[in-house]
């Protein structure tokens, strides 16, 4: 296998669903990719139901924290080689200078942490995210990355979305 690949999800709040990506990517993955997740305007806080999914998973929760895009933009920071916005907020904002060039993609989904309601309702919009990102990450773990080029990596990345949304 080659080096592992650097994935950031982002979100604007960096609170639920992009913390989701982060853990996915990594935990189904087996050390193939890296999840990263990020925020345009973070809360600076994990909502308490990803948290728990997180724990689920058996994603180490103390590498997980409600953070800034901007952290990714520095000189220092790991080499992304994709960015999957989660959230419409986030997919329309004018985003930093990435540096490589990653490939990027919208897989949009709702934010579960806004969802009024009972516990019941609330932990069913959590699964609903994190079943969607599941599907979506298995399907790009199974693809040849290393045979494909830059832009049909991002073709299916968009199919990926489209493929499951239809």
Known sequence: MTRPYNILFICSGNSARSILGEALATTLSHGRFIGYSAGSSPSGEI?????????????P????RSKSWDEFGRENAP??????TVCDEAANEVCPYWPGHPATAHWGFP??????????E?????????????????????LPID???????????HAIHHQLNA
Request: aromatic share 6%; no cysteine; glycine share 4%.
């Open 47 to 59: 909502d308490p139901i990803a948290l728990e999914l997180v724990k689920e998973m058996g994603y």
């Open 61 to 64: 929760t103390e590498l997980i």
């Open 79 to 84: 080499h992304m080689d994709f960015i999957i």
């Open 111 to 120: 934010d579960p942490a806004t969802v009024v309601g009972s516990t019941e």
């Open 122 to 142: 609330k932990w069913s919009a959590f699964r609903k995210v994190e079943m969607g990102l599941r599907n979506r990450i298995e399907l790009l773990i199974d």
């Open 147 to 157: 045979k494909l080029d830059h832009l049909q990596i991002k073709d299916e990345l």
